[in-house]
């Protein structure tokens, strides 16, 4: 094919203009199926049936655009065309020294973090948060590394664990050297830190010292920022951790900005390059293990626009914030309503964390009425909050709905019983869950022979399964520990309480949970 300008979306754009004959896949060919408005599913509600066909002619009309590594169009995994333009326009964009483009979202780019990771400084551990996201708990697993888990502090009116301080893994690493995890060979040897920055309900902090910190210990720092994709694009938010000294950074683009959802971003910093080529130069095939050799062209234009578009215009990040002050101003007024916001740290202003205890009801049940009142979908429901997601997207009649919804809640609600009744969630689920015991290696649980047990009959058994609530995804057992009365009691309560409870032997289908655990 004849050399087009640089860049995902005019090459393809270039392909599409030349009416190609396509002898090769994807099956579709890029044609339509059937004309617009042809071919309708019938009968049934006639709003739903329409959207169907909607749904089906937008189906229809992004085939041409969805085309596979034909020449002049690049390859992913060995990108010399517009894909290495693209990435490296990116790299420009964020300060970086490479930049991958992921169509498999944040998942992708912590799984071949961490798989570098280990083939770069070999077995051993790495200090690893407890709200880690359940991608975190695959990498571990894939890569055979081990994590040595902190705790860090807890406050459950920002949605559990805040981000990890200095102090927290300093902690950790002497408690596992007084109790001889730490030594230096196997898996006591120390090979990096991993840390999750922004957390899922918008708690933020200047992760510079943590930085220093590994720096002393030789090992990289691996930050999840997943929810942070405009953090490094944007002044007026929260400080990347791409400044600060992470060597390897992690975005899900799709969550914040107008990219397509598995859209992401992993990063190599300046700073991993000078401290580790190694780990620099391992991350491609690191990738290579855990994304598709098929990748889709729509994502990764939709990529490639979006961070254009961010890079040159801060309106997004404008109307975001305006938004949010908006909402945040509007619920605070309302009675058994308000808006946590915490003193002493930092805060993603994309998130809400809307606080409904005082309407003598639970997350789940504000969040059901949410729909029923105008179709609001908040992103998670947590015991007693619900959190919300704004964005560049939100216009002035989404805001005004939203308000609107929580104004009748409370109005609805004025005649309720306070706190205490039986609208709240147990306040068990308030608390710091209860902390597993370890009793063998992560990834020696997951491989072995395991058997499924009624929750009741899992208590003293070791666990094959990831257990957790989802939001945020962050586990409440992982393989390896051993289940407690605490922990079982704690999960069952999560499920009347209406929290989505996920691992290997539930999926929220209303089956009974049951959980994997080592045959004995």
């Known amino acids: 094919m004849d050399k087009v300008a640089d860049g995902i979306i005019q090459s393809i754009a270039y392909y599409i203009g030349?009416?190609?004959?396509?002898?090769?896949?994807?099956?579709?060919?890029?044609?339509?199926?059937?004309?617009?408005?042809?071919?309708?599913?019938?009968?049934?509600?006639?709003?739903?049936?329409?959207?169907?066909?909607?749904?089906?002619?937008?189906?229809?009309?992004?085939?041409?655009?969805?085309?596979?590594?034909?020449?002049?169009?690049?390859?992913?995994?060995?990108?010399?065309?517009?894909?290495?333009?693209?990435?490296?326009?990116?790299?420009?964009?964020?300060?970086?020294a490479a930049t991958y483009c992921l169509i498999n979202g944040a998942t992708a780019g912590i799984l071949a973090s961490l798989i570098a990771v280990r083939m770069t400084?070999?077995?051993?551990?790495?200090?690893?948060?407890?709200?880690?996201?359940?991608?975190?708990?695959?990498?571990?697993?894939?890569?055979?590394?081990?994590?040595?888990?902190?705790?860090?502090?807890?406050?459950?009116?920002?949605?559990?664990?805040?981000?990890?301080?200095?102090?927290?893994?300093?902690?950790?690493?002497?408690?596992?050297a007084s109790e001889g995890r730490r030594d230096m060979a196997g898996e006591g040897r120390l090979c990096g830190v991993v840390v999750v920055n922004p957390t899922f309900t918008g708690v933020c902090r200047d992760i510079t010292e943590i930085c220093e910190y590994a720096d002393g210990l030789g090992v990289p720092v691996i930050v999840d920022e997943a929810h942070g994709t405009l953090f490094a694009l944007s002044e007026r938010l929260p400080r990347s951790a791409i400044e600060a000294g992470a060597a390897l950074v992690v975005h899900g683009v799709h969550k914040t900005t107008e990219a397509l959802t598995q859209t992401g971003l992993l990063h190599v910093t300046p700073k991993c390059v000078a401290s580790f080529p190694a780990l620099a130069v391992n991350v491609a095939e690191a990738l290579r293990l855990v994304q598709s050799t098929s990748p889709s062209y729509i994502l990764l234009a939709s990529l490639e626009r979006a961070i254009r578009s961010h890079k040159h215009d801060e309106t997004w990040v404008e109307s975001m914030i305006q938004s949010a002050h908006l909402i945040k101003g509007a619920l605070s007024g309302f009675r058994g309503i308000s808006v946590r916001v915490p003193q002493g740290a930092g805060w993603d202003?994309?998130?809400?964390?809307?606080?409904?205890?005082?309407?003598?009801?639970?997350?789940?049940?504000?969040?059901?009425?949410?729909?029923?009142?105008?179709?609001?979908?908040p992103e998670m429901a947590g015991p007693d909050h619900v959190l919300l997601m704004v964005t560049g997207a939100d216009t002035s009649d989404s805001v005004e709905k939203l308000v609107k919804a929580f104004r009748r809640i409370s109005d609805g609600c004025l005649g309720l019983e306070r706190p205490g009744s039986a609208g709240l969630c147990s306040e068990l689920l308030t608390r710091e869950p209860p902390r597993a015991e370890r009793a063998m290696p992560l990834s020696r649980a997951f491989y072995s022979g395991s058997k499924d047990y009624s929750l009741e009959e899992s208590v003293g058994r070791v666990s094959c399964d990831t257990v957790m609530i989802y939001p945020p995804g962050s586990p409440v057992v992982v393989p390896g520990e051993k289940i407690t009365a605490e922990i079982a009691g704690y999960l069952r309560a999560a499920v009347e309480c209406g929290l989505q409870v996920l691992g290997r032997g539930y999926a929220c289908g209303g089956e009974e949970l049951r959980v994997f655990c080592l045959e004995q």
């Open 18 to 96: 030349q009416d190609p004959v396509r002898m090769h896949m994807p099956g579709h060919k890029g044609r339509l199926r059937r004309k617009q408005g042809e071919g309708r599913p019938q009968g049934g509600d006639e709003a739903a049936s329409h959207m169907s066909g909607l749904v089906l002619d937008a189906l229809d009309a992004v085939k041409p655009l969805d085309v596979t590594e034909v020449p002049g169009l690049d390859n992913l995994h060995y990108p010399s065309g517009p894909i290495k333009a693209v990435q490296d326009a990116m790299a420009d964009t964020f300060g970086t």
């Open 121 to 176: 400084m070999g077995p051993g551990m790495v200090v690893v948060p407890r709200n880690a996201h359940r991608s975190i708990i695959s990498g571990l697993i894939l890569s055979g590394l081990e994590p040595l888990f902190v705790y860090p502090e807890y406050d459950s009116r920002f949605g559990g664990y805040l981000p990890l301080k200095v102090s927290d893994v300093q902690a950790q690493l002497e408690k596992a």
């Open 349 to 377: 202003p994309v998130k809400i964390l809307v606080d409904v205890s005082g309407l003598g009801l639970s997350g789940p049940r504000v969040q059901e009425l949410l729909w029923d009142e105008a179709r609001v979908v």
